[in-house]
T-cell receptor, first 111, second 114 residues
């Protein structure tokens, strides 16, 4: 089955620092989605990527769809305390197929 | 417009019982999928419905079932509950677009089996 490896598993940073996390897949994806999940809540969509090489920003967040279509990264610039949470990548192999999720990156931001 | 709505938000059931969870997708979205989230297994796909038809199914036992109604609302049912079924059950609504699909999640239903 598909393998989606997300790293790092956890990060502890100071407020104001930049953050980078990435996901790699054993197979080619058609779509990459990045979500943030707060405790007790459902995942909230941050960025959607649909084309290889695509670079998309959403405020302080920037994500890229890897050229090989097997990887994606998410950057957060100038982190703030409310960035705390678990970040998930998810990939869709073909249009309309199920999402495969990474294991998540737990982000802690120290004020 | 309103997001994905799931009910109930929290529930506690006893082993052997059955449970039904409900989901209303974003208005205009006709595709609904369900995921189970546990600390050990992460987010696992259960099934997806489109226009009242199941179009995709994950690797879960037959105790897990679902259906979709003509108004796109969906329900999932788990029969003969086991302790390991304790999890956050997430419903997602799919927006189809030429450029690509986007999937939005509800807040989830927390199920505790005791």
């Amino acid at each position: 089955g598909q393998q989606l490896n997300q790293s790092p598993q956890s990060m502890f940073i100071q407020e104001g620092e930049d953050v980078s996390m990435n996901c790699t897949s054993s197979s080619i994806f058609n779509t990459w989605l990045w979500y943030k999940q707060d405790p007790g809540e459902g995942p909230v969509l941050l960025i959607a990527l649909y084309k290889a090489g695509e670079l998309t920003s959403n405020g302080r967040l920037t994500a890229q769809f890897g050229i090989t279509r097997k990887d994606s990264f998410l950057n957060i610039s100038a982190s703030i305390p409310s960035d705390v949470g678990i970040y998930f990548c998810a990939g869709e192999e073909t249009s309309g197929s199920r999402l495969t999720f990474g294991e998540g990156t737990q982000l802690t931001v120290n004020p | 417009k309103a997001g994905v709505t799931q009910t109930p938000r929290y529930l506690i059931k006893t082993r052997g019982q059955q449970v039904t969870l409900s989901c209303s997708p974003i208005s205009g979205h006709r595709s609904v999928s369900w995921y189970q989230q546990t600390p050990g297994q992460g987010l696992q796909f259960l099934f997806e419905y489109f226009s009242e038809t199941q179009r995709n199914k994950g690797n879960f036992p037959g105790r897990f079932s679902g259906r979709q109604f003509s108004n796109s609302r969906s329900e999932m049912n788990v029969s003969t509950l086991e302790l390991g079924d304790s999890a956050l059950y997430l419903c997602a609504s799919r927006e189809w677009a030429h450029s690509g699909n986007t999937i939005y999640f509800g807040e989830g239903s927390w199920l505790t089996v005791v």
